[in-house]
């Protein structure tokens, strides 16, 4: 069993950035693929961002490509989403989830197996 632990919102004004991290227990990140989703209230979870299971490989959609950066730290057992220039719409509970997926970490939710509890980002404008 993985335990996946988010934590690092908050509230911020547009145009200002946040950090969110994730751990994981019972397998190390180094040994999953690592996504980032975000649900706003009445909307379907939305993929983020994701890393590979090798580090290699990170995947966002287009609505945050250029503002929004997942790394690893495998000597903490910690990932990370680095958020930049927020946007109102950016606001939402941002989910991180981890899978057994090998090469290109999955874009959707079914592709992952375990999931944090949620961290809430709100951007004011």
């Known amino acids: 069993q993985v335990q996946v632990v988010e934590s690092g919102g908050g509230s911020v004004q547009a145009g200002g950035s946040l950090r969110l991290s994730c751990t994981t227990s019972?397998?190390?990140?180094?040994?999953?693929?690592m996504g980032w989703f975000r649900q706003a209230p009445g909307k379907e979870r939305e993929f983020v961002g994701a890393?590979?299971?090798?580090?290699?490989?990170?995947s966002y959609p287009d609505s945050v490509k250029g503002r929004f950066t997942c790394t690893r730290d495998g000597a903490l057992n910690t990932i990370f989403l680095q958020m930049d220039n927020l946007k109102p719409e950016d606001t939402g509970i941002y989910y991180c989830?981890?899978?057994?997926?090998?090469?290109?970490?999955?874009?959707?939710?079914?592709?992952?197996?375990?999931w944090g509890q949620g961290t809430q980002v709100t951007v004011s404008s």
């Open positions: 989830a981890a899978s057994g997926a090998i090469g290109h970490p999955p874009a959707a939710p079914g592709g992952y197996d375990y």
């Open positions: 019972g397998r190390t990140v180094s040994q999953l693929a």
């Open positions: 890393i590979s299971r090798n580090g290699f490989i990170t």
